[in-house]
T-cell receptor
Framework: SQQGEEDPQALSIQEGENATMNCSYK?????LQWYRQNSGRGLVHLIL?????REKHSGRLRVTLDTSKKSSSLLITASRAADTASYFC???????????FGGGTRVLVKP | DTAVSQTPKYLVTQMGNDKSIKCEQN?????MYWYKQDSKKFLKIMFS???????INETVPNRFSPKSPDKAHLNLHINSLELGDSAVYFC????????????FGSGTRLTVV
């Protein structure tokens, strides 16, 4: 089974709205990362949050991490049509350890 | 210049054939990876090499054999292809095995008929 599971599996919003997606994982982690994948393309690293951090920001992205609940959320504020993509969370149990990905959330931002 | 490049982008082949996918990174990274993305978009790691040394070898059929001639290249050879091998294969690299952000290639869509 996957270490990370995203929720919802799919999300459709209007341009300008906020998009929130969640990721749950099963075991303790060293860090959690979010990636974006545009259709037919590779994954692009968005943001990393370490296990001792609770919140991080990068531009219009805000990531939270709750290690007690083993969950993370990714918020995209003021969404744009160009944000249409699949978003994946990935976890690493320790330094030098492999990244384990969830199944992704497909986000559609309608103009 | 593309940071992580894979060739070919598309590969259609018959069952039983042997094929290779090539990956090159020009980032000077030490560590490279192969991931398989299935039709439901789940990504699973297959192999990882650090400075030409195999460091991760997941439960992958031994029909799959990675080869790293130097730290900038990680190729994937697949023998006796099966229908279930159809997927998108992604190569990725990271600065070193302790550096957390991966740079991915654009993928190779393999279709076995």
């Amino acid at each position: 089974s996957q270490q990370g599971e995203e929720d919802p599996q799919a999300l459709s919003i209007q341009e300008g709205e906020n998009a929130t997606m969640n990721c749950s994982y099963k075991t303790s982690i060293n860090n959690l990362q979010w990636y974006r994948q545009n259709s037919g393309r590779g994954l692009v690293h968005l943001i990393l949050i370490r296990s001792n951090e609770r919140e991080k920001h990068s531009g219009r992205l805000r990531v939270t991490l709750d290690t007690s609940k083993k969950s993370s959320s990714l918020l995209i504020t003021a969404s744009r049509a160009a944000d249409t993509a699949s978003y994946f969370c990935a976890t690493s149990k320790a330094a030098g350890n492999k990244l384990t990905f969830g199944g992704g959330t497909r986000v559609l931002v309608k103009p | 210049d593309t940071a992580v490049s894979q060739t070919p982008k598309y590969l259609v082949t018959q069952m039983g054939n042997d094929k290779s996918i090539k990956c090159e990174q020009n980032l000077g990274h030490d560590t490279m990876y192969w991931y398989k993305q299935d039709s439901k978009k789940f990504l699973k790691i297959m192999f990882s090499y650090n400075n030409k040394e195999l460091i991760i070898n997941e439960t992958v059929p031994n029909r799959f054999s990675p080869k790293s001639p130097d730290k900038a290249h990680l190729n994937l050879h697949i023998n006796s292809l099966e229908l279930g091998d159809s997927a998108v294969y992604f190569c990725a690299s990271s600065q070193n095995r302790d550096h957390y952000g991966y740079t991915f290639g654009s993928g190779t869509r393999l279709t076995v008929v």
